[in-house]
């Protein structure tokens, strides 16, 4: 039920305009939990996006100055990936067109609605 819930609600994230494609992807070992999106290499791209989260837990003490990490981005070309943590263990990973407008205020309800039902699994 609730795996069908999270499922649901990356659809209804990946179905904005201008994403590509959202995913769940544990942050321990970069395994992709649940990805949506129309994106070719989907998976690959948020797993291996995860390593840059995992490359500063690694080296906590560098930026221990500058506190906890909470959203890491990346800009290519053509494309933007934002990561943040979802939940216990998880990385909630968007891969966006670069510059588009995101409604970050939706991002953040929806965020927040995820991490609810991760906790729960």
């Not at 989907?42 to 500058?66: A, H, T």
């Not at 966006?96 to 609605?113: C, F, G, P």
Request: aromatic share 6%; glycine share 6%.
């Amino acid at each position: 039920m609730k795996t069908r819930q999270l499922h649901e609600a990356l659809a209804s994230m990946a179905a904005l305009p201008d994403f590509l494609g959202c995913a769940l992807v544990d942050m321990q070992d970069g395994m992709v939990c649940h990805a949506v999106g129309t994106l070719a290499e989907l998976e690959q791209v948020v797993s291996y996006s995860s390593d840059y989260w995992r490359l500063n837990q690694r080296n906590q003490p560098v930026f221990e100055g500058l506190g906890d990490l909470r959203v890491v981005v990346l800009m290519h070309l053509a494309g933007q990936i934002t990561l943040s943590e979802c939940g216990k263990r998880m990385l909630l990973v968007l891969v966006t067109r670069r510059l588009s407008a995101i409604d970050w205020e939706r991002w953040k309800t929806d965020h927040t609605r995820l991490a609810t039902l991760v906790n729960q699994l």
